[in-house]
């Protein structure tokens, strides 16, 4: 079925201090560097404000066989809180007493219907600390170190319920919800560095490498089950009688080099270009020592990371832009961006396409601008999984469904500056 949701988010975006020594007068035709620049502020590079919804009605799968399977697999898992039988059976989700009997209590030949709400907040702000160099006014150097901090959190609550019509339905089942919440909050490092060569007064040529981003995070899950069955209300949750999850790990992110020309057209403006490669399968976690189960975490970490490269390849992202000069003070800007499909699989949609457009206004001391960027992309996601067919006995294996997501993102941005 087809759902909308939006919502509209204020928030800084940038800030920053630039500090720049240049000599004058014959002091800078003399000296071979003819400028350096310190800087230092904080960018938002990542903006997780997203808010969605989707549902649809399904004779043939429920999530409720992820926790008919869980309490086939072992006796012990029923009494177990960390496993989803547990969760199932005291939630009165589950019908049966021992393993290999246990059944959904779910009526799905009638139909049933299933709904997921996301609601997701956070960003990633950047802390930067910037040197930068002109040798001879040919050359152009510059470094950043980088101290990225993360808080992302995300609210998920699936839904199913009895589809009107549904009458083979001997435990009177009305629903379950299955709340899951998510908080990951961390910083990281990494280190940027690049150049800018001038071929000729019109022309200039720029290379730079990204680093990857090695972050240390902390995540907290809480989850819960609640149901209606059989003329009750049930609810296994978090604080009750779950315990939260909590995991310390380290996330390392892909490497990125970006190749870049700009035109420079006299008096009329710029047209400039940037080609950025990203290796998505040399992204990686690191687990601490310890066991999870019969696992350790060492050994789950190489599986993921495992799954990362066979599941992730290269991207190319393209970002073209221009800016006209309409007046002495006035600036016209458009550009387009286009982000590269990470998946080596074609059938998962990822690509995303950035169209922008601004004004600036420039003095000798003052500056102000205002741009509008419109991005859209879609996703395609699964509302549960872990489900075993082999420990199933009430259903035939099914598809667990898939749902696609198309996002469209509007940003507007407005900029002071004073050169002081």
Do not use: C
């Amino acid at each position: 079925n087809n759902d909308n949701a939006a919502n509209v988010r204020l928030g800084i975006s940038n800030f920053g201090v630039v500090f720049t020594d240049a000599p004058k007068g014959k002091r800078y035709e003399r000296r071979d560097w003819k400028a350096v620049s310190f800087a230092m502020g904080m960018n938002r590079v990542a903006d997780f404000n997203h808010d969605y919804t989707y549902n649809g009605n399904n004779k043939t799968g429920s999530a409720s066989l992820a926790f008919e399977s869980s309490a086939n697999q072992d006796s012990n898992n029923v009494n177990d809180p960390s496993t989803l039988a547990y969760m199932g059976y005291y939630s009165g989700l589950l019908n049966g007493y021992l393993p290999g009997s246990y059944t959904t209590r779910v009526p799905l030949a009638g139909g049933i219907n299933q709904l997921n709400s996301v609601k997701e907040r956070g960003s990633i702000n950047e802390y930067v600390f910037s040197l930068g160099g002109n040798y001879k006014e040919k050359l152009m150097l510059g470094a950043t170190l980088g101290i990225p901090s993360i808080k992302y959190s995300r609210v998920s609550d699936y839904t199913e319920s009895l589809l009107p019509g549904n009458t083979n339905n001997p435990y009177h089942f009305q629903s379950l919800t299955y709340n899951n919440n998510l908080t990951i909050t961390g910083t990281g490092v990494n280190l940027k560095v690049g150049a800018i060569y001038k071929v000729a007064d019109y022309f200039r040529v720029g290379l730079a490498i990204h680093s990857p981003t090695i972050y240390n995070l902390h995540d907290v899950t809480d989850y819960g089950l609640s149901t209606a069955v059989e003329g009750a209300l049930h609810n296994v949750s978090t604080g009750n009688d779950l315990s939260q999850i909590v995991f310390d790990y380290q996330f390392v992110t892909p490497i990125r080099s970006v190749a870049s020309a700009t035109f420079i057209l006299k008096k009329f403006g710029f047209i400039t270009a940037d080609y950025e490669y990203v290796s998505y399968s040399t992204m990686r976690f690191i687990y601490p020592d310890g066991m999870d189960g019969m696992y350790s975490y060492a050994y789950e970490a190489k599986q993921i990371n495992n799954a990362i490269k066979d599941m992730y390849h290269g991207a190319s992202n393209l970002r073209i832009g221009a800016e006209a000069k309409i007046t002495r003070y006035f600036m016209l800007r458009g550009g387009f961006g286009y982000y590269g499909n990470p998946y080596k699989t074609p059938y998962v949609p990822s690509e995303r396409i950035d169209i922008s457009g601004g004004v600036g206004y420039r003095k000798a001391d003052f500056f102000a601008d205002f741009a509008f960027v419109n991005s859209h992309y879609q996703f395609a996601e699964q509302p549960y999984n872990n489900i075993d067919y082999t420990y199933v006995t009430s259903a035939k294996a099914t598809a667990v469904p898939v749902a696609t997501i198309k996002q469209m993102v509007n940003n507007v941005a407005f900029t002071v500056g004073v050169k002081f």
